[in-house]
């Protein structure tokens, strides 16, 4: 079954294509030459692509639209528009023209089978924001969590739960319910997925529970792994010294995740078997916010210094080499 992963980053080896949402643009990256061959002219505000078959998603919040562009010839197919103030925040192109869209506001996902002009619109959850799919299953996560425990909506099996972290509290972790929730990425397999946010301690405090937050106890960057096949969480990492983790991405085989951290300005290298630090690239530039992988490097989107840069993983452990670094604003 083909795998979606919604984000402001995507490719298919050959181009890389990268939102920036200031603009209402999307930049198309030649990644062998390192150079930007073009910029899309997409609706207002594009927060998130997908991209299957030739088919370019773009969800636009701004003005509630979603785009569909022929990726290779760089023309637009379609757009379709949806209730104002529904902020589509991810779309993913299904085969033979099916497509998924969230919408952020209302908590709905919209769907249809083929290219037929008529969207399904079913119930999910409050406050939406990333978007997967591995054929009919569509995952979104919810942004802001409820107090005890994160969620994630399945369209086949409805909510997934990310239960709080029990801690205990110390110097190098904390409790904490999984909060922010951003991108979620599925695994090559298609039987796992990647969910990327904030741990956030709300049971800590001179009112809750008469001991003050610290600095090591209010919050801290944190990754969960989902058994789609159960839909349990398989696994988690709070990430020490790090905050809001913004973005993930897969290795081609699977062997490796990345997962990049928005404030700190870092893509960590997981073994995702056992989430152990194995490698990082530090100081990859302002506001990390979509991730790209290929066997020989990976490419960071950071979106606020909007900017594309590549580092090499052909040597892993060894210093950091960054291989490109491309501005993707237009002249």
Do not use: K
């Not at 908590?107 to 290219?115: L, Y």
């Not at 978007?131 to 994630?152: E, I, K, N, Y």
Request: hydrophobic share 40%; aromatic share 6%; net charge negative.
């Amino acid at each position: 079954a083909p795998i979606r992963n919604g984000s402001p980053l995507v490719g298919d080896g050959e181009t890389l294509w990268a939102a920036l949402p200031d603009f209402d643009l999307v930049a198309v990256v030649d990644r062998a030459g390192g150079t930007v061959r073009g910029h899309l002219p997409v609706c207002h505000t594009p927060r998130s692509l997908g991209l299957l078959h030739g088919a370019l998603a773009v969800a636009c919040s701004g003005d509630d639209t979603v785009e569909v562009w022929d990726a290779a010839a760089g023309t637009l197919r379609e757009t379709l528009s949806f209730d104002a103030g529904s902020a589509p925040w991810a779309a993913l192109p299904g085969p033979d023209g099916s497509l998924s869209v969230l919408l952020r506001a209302t908590g709905q996902i919209a769907s249809r089978d083929d290219d037929a002009s008529l969207m399904e619109v079913v119930e999910a959850a409050a406050d939406l924001r990333g978007g997967a799919a591995v054929g009919d299953q569509v995952l979104a996560t919810r942004f802001r969590s409820d107090d005890d425990v994160g969620q994630v909506w399945d369209s086949t099996a409805g909510p997934l739960e990310l239960p709080r972290d029990p801690g205990p509290d110390s110097d190098t972790g904390a409790r904490g319910v999984p909060t922010y929730l951003g991108q979620v990425a599925i695994a090559p397999s298609g039987e796992r997925a990647a969910v990327v946010g904030l741990q956030a301690n709300v049971e800590r405090g001179l009112y809750r529970e008469g001991r003050a937050l610290t600095h090591e106890t209010t919050a801290r960057a944190t990754l969960r792994l989902l058994d789609l096949t159960t839909g349990e969480q398989a696994a988690r990492r709070a990430f020490d010294d790090r905050d809001l983790a913004s973005a993930a991405a897969w290795s081609p085989r699977g062997d490796w995740l990345y997962v990049a951290t928005h404030g700190m300005e870092t893509v960590e290298v997981l073994d995702p078997w056992t989430l152990q630090l194995a490698s990082a690239f530090l100081n990859v530039g302002h506001g990390p916010s979509g991730l790209w992988a290929d066997d020989e490097a990976v490419w960071v989107l950071c979106g606020l210094s909007r900017e594309l840069v590549a580092f090499d993983l052909r040597e892993l452990g060894s210093p950091q080499r960054e291989l490109t670094r491309i501005d993707l604003v237009p002249s």
